[in-house]
């Protein structure tokens, strides 16, 4: 069974620091992994996803990486800012093959804080 | 949020009453899915869509049913609710040309008393 863990459960950081947000996984049998930002009563927006083949993925300031053999995610979010204070949110997806998708399962979520 | 749209946002209900919830799509995309999210369980899958017409259950499907009668449209219908159901509910769309990436609606936020 895929657990996904994301380290830590919360931060709080000054406006204009570099940040990096973790996600592990226990089963590195994944078709992709997805990050996701989620504000106080709000949906789920995605931010990037990463395919199993692929290293890493830029958008904007952020920028997310995988290591599909060690079971890591990271997320990293240059010069940090205040209205980037959400929920962040990995999602793994199992490989199943041929043209299906597989189980996607969430990890908790990191709380981050970002202050002027 | 990509064209996922849920309705209602807020409802208040007593135990025992029924309700559906809607989720409607303006993308022409294949699978819909419906979650619920919850303080320190995180997002569970209730149940899902693989294409119009066709429904499976998730990881908590107990206390639910869904419809998928067209494919733009995907209902969650609580028959006879409890305060276990209490809970802020998503639809999702998975973009299948975008290499399965998953889109949410605003959520449905349910309290049933």
């Known amino acids: 069974k895929q657990e996904v863990t994301q380290i830590p459960a919360a931060l709080s950081v000054p406006e204009g620091e570099n940040l990096v947000l973790n996600c592990s996984f226990t089963?590195?049998?994944?078709?992709?992994l997805q990050w996701f930002r989620q504000d106080p009563g709000k949906g789920l927006t995605s931010l990037l996803l990463?395919?199993?083949?692929?290293r890493e993925q830029t958008s904007g300031r952020l920028n997310a990486s995988l290591d599909k053999s060690s079971g890591r995610s990271t997320l990293y979010i240059a010069a940090s800012q205040p209205g980037d204070s959400a929920t962040y949110l990995c999602?793994?997806?199992?490989?199943?093959?041929?043209?299906?998708?597989?189980?996607?399962?969430f990890g908790q979520g990191t709380i981050l804080t970002v202050h002027p | 949020n990509a064209g996922v749209t849920q309705t209602p946002k807020f409802q208040v209900l007593k135990t025992g009453q029924s309700m559906t919830l809607q989720c409607a799509q303006d993308?022409?995309?294949?699978?819909m899915y419906w979650y619920r999210q919850d303080p320190g369980m995180g997002l569970r899958l209730i149940y899902y869509?693989?294409?119009?017409?066709?429904?499976d259950k998730g990881e908590v499907p107990n206390g639910y049913n869904v419809s998928r009668l067209n494919k733009r449209e995907f209902s969650l219908r609580l028959e006879s609710a409890a305060p276990s159901q209490t809970s802020v509910y998503f639809c999702?769309?998975?973009?299948?040309?975008?290499?399965?990436?998953?889109?949410f609606g605003e959520g449905s936020r349910l309290t049933v008393l």
């Open positions: 993308m022409n995309h294949n699978s």
């Open positions: 999602a793994v997806r199992r490989y199943a093959g041929g043209t299906s998708y597989g189980k996607l399962t």
């Open positions: 089963d590195s049998a994944i078709y992709n």
């Open positions: 999702a769309i998975l973009y299948r040309g975008r290499d399965g990436e998953l889109f």
């Open positions: 990463i395919q199993s083949s692929q």
């Open positions: 869509s693989a294409s119009e017409g066709t429904t």
